[in-house]
């Protein structure tokens, strides 16, 4: 298994489902973690578990979409730790609406969180890193729809094309730092956040696993164990890539012929 001992990161949206997975991951490899978020009590939470753990966590409530709260956060873990190594972008927001039902502030409250907000800090976290000529890595989670597309969340969808682009773009541009930046890519994850926001009801959630070839929707620490493994050395020659992680879902159902069993 793969170690980040003595290492610090950032873990934006830190305080449940896939970042708090996230973030507990990165505790057990041996990294000193700061979560991130809106909301202080989750954040205490995950702090109070990796210390039951032996770990080492800070929580810090931050809005990503301030720059000067991320610059603050990024701060405060340098200050904590003595150092900071890199960042999880995982903070984000959405809803499904048709399009043209879709309000400016719908869309700027999406796009701020997942697109700004994913700016917002890893610029933060690279300028930490140039500064002090140390290596980093970042992650920010996306989802397969940035390059697809999906009805009902455009804003969404745009935001995290945004990301891609920005972590393909920054992959070159900070090469020559030794900063790597790559994204994942999650299928349907059990978590709540998702769940109220894209399968609302008992009939909108067998719809989704329909969709999923592997049947099932994938755990919080399955994602997190793939973001311990893009921070570390392990992938030390990965940058610029999209990790999917989604069950087979983006590569569809069958369309031709009679139909295959599923089980």
Not at 52 to 80: C, F, S, Y
């Amino acid at each position: 298994m793969e170690s980040l001992a003595d290492r610090a990161y950032l873990v934006t949206g830190g305080g449940t489902g896939i970042g708090a997975a996230t973030a507990l991951h990165l505790a057990r490899l041996g990294a000193s973690v700061t979560v991130v978020g809106r909301r202080k009590d989750p954040l205490d939470a995950v702090v109070a578990e990796v210390e039951r753990q032996g770990g080492k966590a800070l929580a810090h409530p931050t809005d990503v979409r301030d720059p000067e709260a991320v610059e603050a956060a990024v701060d405060a873990t340098i200050e904590k730790f003595g150092r900071i190594d890199g960042l999880v972008n995982n903070a984000a927001g959405n809803f499904v609406t048709p399009a043209e039902k879709l309000s400016p502030n719908g869309w700027r409250a999406v796009v701020d969180i997942v697109l700004n907000g994913t700016w917002n800090c890893t610029s933060a976290v690279a300028r930490r890193l140039i500064d002090a000529d140390r290596p980093g890595a970042i992650v920010s989670v996306i989802a397969t729809y940035a390059w697809t597309g999906h009805p009902g969340t455009v804003h969404s969808a745009a935001a995290k094309a945004g990301v891609v682009a920005m972590t393909r773009t920054l992959a070159v541009e900070w090469a020559k730092y030794g900063i790597r930046l790559n994204c994942i890519a999650p299928g349907p994850t059990e978590t709540d956040g998702a769940g109220g926001a894209l399968w609302a009801s008992p009939e909108d959630r067998d719809r989704v696993l329909s969709s999923v070839p592997l049947n099932r929707f994938a755990a919080p620490p399955e994602i997190g164990d793939l973001v311990g493994l893009l921070l570390s050395d392990r992938t030390a020659y990965v940058t610029g890539e999209v990790l999917t992680a989604d069950g087979g879902q983006w590569l569809g159902r069958q369309i031709y012929g009679p139909p295959l069993p599923t089980h």
